[in-house]
């Protein structure tokens, strides 16, 4: 399974002063709606409440007006086969399966897709809403399948072999 690109990872110092304070607020009573049980496999799990939506930005729509009104919508999987076309980049996703029985057409587009859905996650949409919106005629197992099968941690990360 690829990265999520979206978070930052956190440091040794950053998470144990985090965790010390979960047990502090545990311990009077002040964790803000944060329960810790046993009730999952016998383990300790923590549940967090969802936050509220907030109020969007004032301005924020002054300026999505704008963008639009200078560049138009950009659909950012034209974006990424163009990319594609230019550089051939889907060329460095091989299957880590023993041998591959998709088409290589059919596997680009999954592997676009994919990658625009992986690209999503930064605005909380994935897999299922990229299906849900497109006309590509894939499924949601379908782009699944291709995101294991084929895009790994080591092949998302590493730099391409040709120019």
């Known amino acids: 399974m690829a990265p999520r690109p ?5 440091t040794r110092p ?19 709606g944060v329960k810790v049980t046993t009730t999952r496999h016998g383990e300790p799990w923590i549940s967090v409440p969802k936050l509220e939506k907030l109020d969007e930005p004032t301005g924020l729509q002054a300026l999505k007006d704008e963008v639009v009104r200078r560049w138009g919508v950009l659909d950012l999987l034209d974006v990424l086969k163009n990319a594609d076309f230019d550089t051939g980049f889907t060329d460095e996703f091989a299957s880590v ?43 949601e197992a379908a782009l699944r399948h291709v995101r294991r099968q084929s895009m790994t941690v080591e092949q998302t990360s590493r730099r391409p072999s040709r120019a």
């Open 14 to 32: 950053e998470a144990t002063n985090g965790l010390d304070r979960l047990t502090a607020a545990l311990a009077d009573g002040s964790p803000g």
């Open 6 to 10: 979206c978070r930052r990872r956190r």
């Open 97 to 139: 399966a023993a041998y591959e029985r998709i088409d290589r057409a059919v596997l680009q587009r999954r592997l676009l897709l994919a990658l625009l859905a992986l690209l999503a996650l930064c605005t909380n949409m994935g897999i299922r809403a990229i299906v849900a919106t497109g006309e590509h005629g894939e499924s």
